[in-house]
């Protein structure tokens, strides 16, 4: 009998193993993550689209370390020491990739990123410059919602909207819900195809002419914001997809996105709202952002905050939407909004311009 009871629990996998066994499984999604996160060359259109999955892999991550914590408490053995070291190494890895998108800027929780105030201004003083809301919404080729979308429109005090995949019916419920009184301004790109843009703002729009050779339409304009000192250039984002066969074209409308940026005349300000299909996370992204513009998201510390896909059974995970400003243009706030009728959530940021 003794025998028997022996070989039955040398049978038995012990509960450390087991733990352990866990821990490596948890850890290998954020390894793999972490790797194609930090790869210096070009990676295929399947990759791309898992490094979207980045944050996520810090929650399994997490689970990992605290599985091989529990491996290491339930029986001591230097394997799992290191099972837990590597899972605990490998989190602090992923944080710091993520950390200044999660941290608000000096100056930036819930107020504007800025300089000290000068000598003699009190410190509760309402920082200078002129208030602008800007507001960016994938609306989807099934329609928005036009009822909600100008309710939060009218709510938040948007200056400045835009919406990618606009097509004409969802435009006429929009001018039918009140949309052209309160943002009479508009420069439209609108088609029947699903690949339509527009711009709409509470002051006059010279409409140029859209971004050239992007696979969906990129409304630009340019605009004279009052008591802004320069003229402010918008463009109405909406990159293509790193889908199969599609993934160079992606890659060339966000360089193209910085070059028409830094191409802008001078002395004047740049914003770029909408839908880039690309996360923090995406190396395109970053050297978009390396040019000199500055995510209004990470700024506020909420670059985390996913907006896709949005309205689905399954949660949303990802950051695709975005609004960027360029230098001299302050963060103030910023805010992702789920709107019914579209798989995308909107952005709000409330920045301040001189």
Do not use: C
Request: aromatic share 6%; charged share 15%; proline share 9%.
């Amino acid at each position: 009998m003794q025998k028997n009871g022996a070989g039955r629990r040398g049978g038995r996998r012990p509960r450390g193993a087991w733990w352990s066994m866990t821990a490596a499984v948890l850890a290998t999604p954020g390894a793999v993550l972490l790797v194609l996160r930090l790869v210096p060359w070009d990676i295929g259109t399947s990759w791309i689209q898992l490094v979207s999955f980045f944050p996520a892999g810090i929650i399994t991550t997490a689970a990992a370390l605290a599985a091989a914590v529990v491996a290491a408490l339930v029986r001591p053995r230097p394997g799992r020491t290191l099972v837990a070291a590597l899972s605990a190494a490998l989190l602090v890895a992923q944080f710091g990739l993520v950390l200044d998108r999660v941290l608000p800027l000096a100056g930036t929780a819930g107020q504007p990123q800025s300089a000290a105030l000068p000598a003699g201004v009190p410190a509760g003083s309402p920082p200078a410059g002129r208030s602008l809301t800007v507001m960016a919404l994938n609306v989807g080729s099934t329609g928005i919602d036009a009822a909600a979308l100008m309710a939060e429109v009218k709510n938040r005090e948007v200056d400045v909207l835009a919406l990618p995949e606009l097509a004409p019916p969802a435009l006429e419920a929009l001018d039918n819900a009140g949309l052209a009184s309160v943002l009479p301004g508009r420069a439209l790109d609108v088609d029947w195809a699903g690949t339509g843009s527009a711009l709409f703002a509470r002051f006059p729009l010279e409409q140029v002419e859209r971004v050239p050779g992007s696979a969906f339409y990129q409304s630009r304009a340019g605009a004279d914001v009052p008591e802004v000192s320069a003229p402010v250039h918008l463009t109405a984002v909406h990159v293509d997809s790193p889908h199969p066969g599609h993934t160079p074209m992606w890659r060339a409308e966000l360089q193209q996105l910085g070059e028409l940026w830094r191409a802008a005349p001078e002395g004047g300000h740049t914003i770029l709202l909408g839908d880039f299909n690309a996360t923090a996370d995406h190396r395109e992204f970053r050297d978009l952002l390396a040019r000199g513009l500055t995510d209004a998201a990470a700024t506020a510390g909420k670059g985390l905050t996913p907006t896709w896909p949005a309205n689905s059974p399954a949660p949303a995970f990802a950051a695709l939407d975005h609004v960027l400003v360029s230098p001299g243009i302050k963060v103030a706030g910023f805010d992702v909004v789920t709107l019914p009728g579209t798989d995308h959530a909107a952005v709000v940021a409330r920045l301040l311009l001189p």
